[in-house]
């Protein structure tokens, strides 16, 4: 893993309180050197230029020609390593999912607190996607409305459980990432069990991996 002094981050965003925000937490956190763009066009210059090891960029940003996930898209045509966080003040799942299958490596909502955003960062730095459990739950309830998805008899809470379970944390890792008891999660890994007929949690946690979409969950292979 790369120092702060060698690790290169570009931000791209229009709106100046977003970009100097954005750096001012990543160099008060001695985290990386940050480039600055305010548009599509100086951002894939200082991309071209400098070689981010990550890319922060703004879904919303607009040129004539070019919007945040079309330069996602593009930048993905010939780069397929660098990690990308998408900032963004949608919510709506289609875009969410639209993003994450552009190539966006995670995505964050702008009015997320300094604190995520670094937990976000600190992620997509090492390859790993992210998004806010959330996001991930409304991803998946959403899907699962549409589809026939074993797991759309799930509600929103047994969901953002479930896709915990997936990626291996313990009942008391959920407890605190939650803010629930100990005592509602085993509760509720008992209800999901019975719904899904699932005999062990090992059984459980192979259907999350299976079923559940984007990051807290793999459908398929890598």
Known sequence: MQTAEQLRVLIIDDHPFVLQGCARILEEAETARVLQ???????????R?????????????????????????????HDKRT???VLSMHTDPMIIRRALEAGATGYLLKDARSEEFLKAFNCVRQGKPYLSHEMASEIAF???????NPLKSLTV?????LALIAEGKS???????LNISYKTVANTTSQIKTKLGARSLPELMRMAIQH??????RRGKD
Do not use: M
């Open 212 to 217: 559940l979409p984007g990051p807290s969950g």
């Open 37 to 47: 763009a305010g548009g599509l066009a100086d951002g894939y210059r200082q991309y």
């Open 157 to 161: 809470r047994e969901l953002q459980t």
């Open 49 to 77: 230029a400098h070689h981010p090891h990550v890319i922060i960029v703004d879904l919303s940003i607009k040129t004539a020609t070019l919007g945040g996930l079309s330069f996602v898209r593009r930048l993905r045509l």
């Open 142 to 148: 959403s899907e699962t409305r549409h589809n026939a």
């Open 171 to 177: 009942y008391g890792v959920i407890a605190d990432e």
């Open 83 to 85: 990690p990308i966080l």
